[in-house]
């Protein structure tokens, strides 16, 4: 008798864990279960259109690193299958994949389409069923196996997949089968500040800034880029996920400090003090001394350092030198918000990861039943490191699920 797999989710995970399955075991019934008209979606909209696959990090211990929550269980995983793996398996399937110069992996192509394609067409001719509009509505366990009850009828299955990706409400079906679920916070967003320091200078960056957050450990740097709402780029966002639960705490009520130019105060105020020497005549606010702050910026620090406009270097005080060198090097605005990154909206949450068997992705709590993706309680930063963690453990569970029955006894 053919062993009754079902998955639910037709995201990432979902499709990587039924193929993967269906390769290893032929002889394997599998159904995806998708509440949606199409499947893939995020895959689809990701990196601009064009799919972030993975990154270019192939040690492991490196790229637990990128994980702010599900660093120390995904270091066993990415030792069975991680980047290196990740190109390969495209590539075995006629998609070649290119390394960019931030690191980041894309498709040859430019388009997530054919990542898609690639996907779908390699579930279609490993016999993988997929069904769109069915909504599960209940999971019970039933004798030794799962009834799944969708909007368009049950299914019962031998073991069961749970592939849904950030779902609140899928998290409440979880929770009834006693896996405990981590309340959701938002993991990957700018942040919102109204000052009139950066207000009127969108679109300027800095090339390396250190940014933390005032009144805890976490701190980033990288580069930083100004925007029409506040301050995003990589060291804000990777900050914004190391940190999500301490700012879901404050209500994103919080202070934020930025060094423009990732240098000790004392070192910065050296050099102005030198300037001052070397440049009695000029006017301060006219040209940035220093070549990673743009001018525009430069010309709102001075000024809030209480430097005027029309003031030159001989005709300023110590005081506001050390001022202008605070400026520079510990800039605090006070934030209040946050916003989405794009339309990659990464979620801390989810199953909690103590009663997960990371060797095979499989429940602790109940037997044959598997999970793999964001549904965990596992995000990372941005740069094509959830979609691995998409792709590590849709792998293992699948390989997990296409063992028969009697094979994969026992956690």
């Known amino acids: 008798m053919k062993q009754k797999i079902i998955i639910i989710g037709g995201g990432a995970a ?6 993967n399955c269906a390769e290893n075991n032929p002889d394997t019934e599998i159904i995806i279960l998708e509440k949606g008209k199409e499947v893939l979606q995020k895959v689809k909209v990701s990196g601009g259109g064009r799919c972030n696959v993975t990154h270019a990090c192939f040690d492991p211990k490196e790229l637990v690193e990128f994980y702010p929550r ?18 390969q398996w495209f590539e075995d399937r006629s998609v070649p994949l290119k390394i960019e110069a931030d690191n980041r992996i894309f498709p040859e192509s430019n388009s997530s389409q054919t990542i898609v394609d690639c996907l779908v067409g390699s579930a279609e001719k490993s016999g993988v069923q997929v069904k769109l509009g069915h909504r599960v509505e209940a999971i019970k366990k039933e004798d030794n196996q799962w009834k799944i009850s969708t909007n368009k009828g049950d299914f019962l299955a031998d073991k069961l997949l749970i592939a849904t990706g950030s779902s609140p409400k899928f998290w409440e079906l979880i929770s009834k089968l006693g896996h405990t679920i981590i309340p959701p916070v938002p993991s990957l967003f700018t942040f919102k500040i109204n000052d009139k320091r950066i207000k009127e200078i969108p679109g ?10 005032v009144g805890s450990k976490f701190e980033n740097n990288g580069p930083l880029l100004i925007t029409h709402w506040g301050i995003s780029g990589p060291a804000v966002l990777k900050l914004s996920a190391f940190g999500a639960l301490f700012l879901a705490e404050k ?28 440049n009695p005549k000029k006017q301060v606010v006219i040209k940035s001394v220093f070549k990673d702050i743009p001018k525009r910026l430069w010309e709102n620090l001075v000024l809030a350092a209480e430097i005027k406009q029309e003031q030159r270097w001989a005709d300023t005080s110590n005081k506001q030198l050390e001022n202008l060198a605070n400026q520079l090097t510990n800039t605090v605005f006070n934030a209040n918000g946050k916003t989405t990154f794009k339309e ?15 060797k095979r992705f499989e429940s602790k709590i109940h037997q044959n039943l598997f999970f793999a ?3 965990l309680n596992i995000d990372a930063i941005t740069g094509g490191f959830n979609f ?16 028969t029955l009697s094979e994969g006894e026992g956690n």
């Open 14 to 19: 979902g499709f990587f864990a039924a193929i």
């Open 70 to 87: 599900g660093k120390k269980e995904l270091l066993g995983p990415f030792h069975q299958f991680m980047t290196g793996e990740t190109m």
């Open 204 to 213: 300027v960056s800095v090339p390396n800034a250190i940014v933390s957050l």
């Open 251 to 278: 209500d994103y009520q919080y202070n934020v400090k930025i060094n423009w130019l990732s240098k000790p105060l004392s070192m910065v105020l050296t050099k102005l003090k030198i300037l001052k020497r070397e």
């Open 344 to 358: 990659e909206f990464v979620t801390a949450g989810g199953v909690a990861l103590k009663e997960i068997n990371f």
């Open 373 to 375: 993706g964001e549904v």
């Open 388 to 403: 691995q963690n998409a792709w590590t453990g849709g792998f293992i569970a699948g390989k997990s699920l296409s063992l």
